[in-house]
């Protein structure tokens, strides 16, 4: 366990806010949590991962603990699969690229997605047809008032589209230190369902490493680069409307593109309705929406968050105003 005081989370947030954590303490062991929780209990707590998916608003006044819990083990294999354990401080990408380089499958759709492995539960990760949920066996988090480390199976997180319940009942109230994901050692279940996948592919031979390239090609060309321009991926969730919503919204504006999810529910792109609502490239001062893809805002290099906050209440009203629908943000605001 290593301990800071004041420290800056300009390097540690990829929207590159600078604001500091008035005691901020590295998590490196789950022997560190037991210490931590004996000493100090489990008022006040924040916990940083890759700092991907977080929009900081203020200094931290509370502790921030930061998962740096390592380490990339294979418990049981046998001819099909193999179930990993994964410490919650692992660079996401870096594991995925693990993975590919074992060829393993499962997780190649969700290359170069920032952040931490700790962090990829709670708002259930996805992109290209994969989804976390997908090869999620199950994983350990230290519950703060219970003063004690649990197992969590699939069902108790309730995984929902960017969605768990460590966003909802447990927010806040735990720590992800270890997770297990089921991976393919077969070349069988690859998903290249997405549109700019089969297309990024074409001509060249699928397998899970190309899949990777592709993903990571595709991404790189949509997305910017966090240590370029800062951003926290898609700001906002897309939309799950209701089919009598949807059906409204398909009347005054026929060329509404749209995903239908279930029986009851449609998904909206919300990068379509910023699109229309004439947001994409825009900047406002210091921030504003990406020209290739206005879901995500972005840092100019120096915005505040509260800058960050208040332009997305502008796009936010702005959908509200022209389509009649709510848009929510993805990312955590601190
Ligand atoms: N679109 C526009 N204008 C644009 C860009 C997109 O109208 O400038 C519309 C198009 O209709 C397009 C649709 O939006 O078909 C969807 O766009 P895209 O395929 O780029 O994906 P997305 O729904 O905007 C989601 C995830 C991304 C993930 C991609 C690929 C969410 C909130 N975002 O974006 O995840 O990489 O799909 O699977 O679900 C993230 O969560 O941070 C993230 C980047």
Redesign the pocket.
Known sequence: MRKLENHSLKDLNTFGIDVNARDFIVIEHETDLFRWVESHGYEDIHVLGGGS?LLLTQDIDGYLLKNEIKGIEIIVEDEETVLVEVGGGENWHEFVLWAVEHGYGGIE?MSL??GTVGAAPI?N?????VELKDVFEGLNAFHWEKGEEWVFTKEECGFG??DSVFKRALRNKVFITRVYLRLTKQNHSLNTS???ISKELTGKAVSIRSISDAVIA??QS??PDPKVLGN???????VELSKETFSNLQEAFPSV?HYIMDEQTIKV????????CGF?GVRYGETGCYE?????LVNYGHATGAEILEFSKKVQKKVQEKFNVRISP?VNIW
Not at 125 to 129: K, M
Request: no cysteine; net charge positive; proline share 10%.
């Open positions: 998916n759709n997605i920032p708002q990760i996805g992109a290209y047809g589209y960017r997405y549109g700019a595709i991404r949509k997305l926290s991926g898609s700001f906002f969730k897309n593109p792109p919300t990068a379509w309705l910023i699109d229309q994409k290739k893809q206005p879901l995500v993805e």
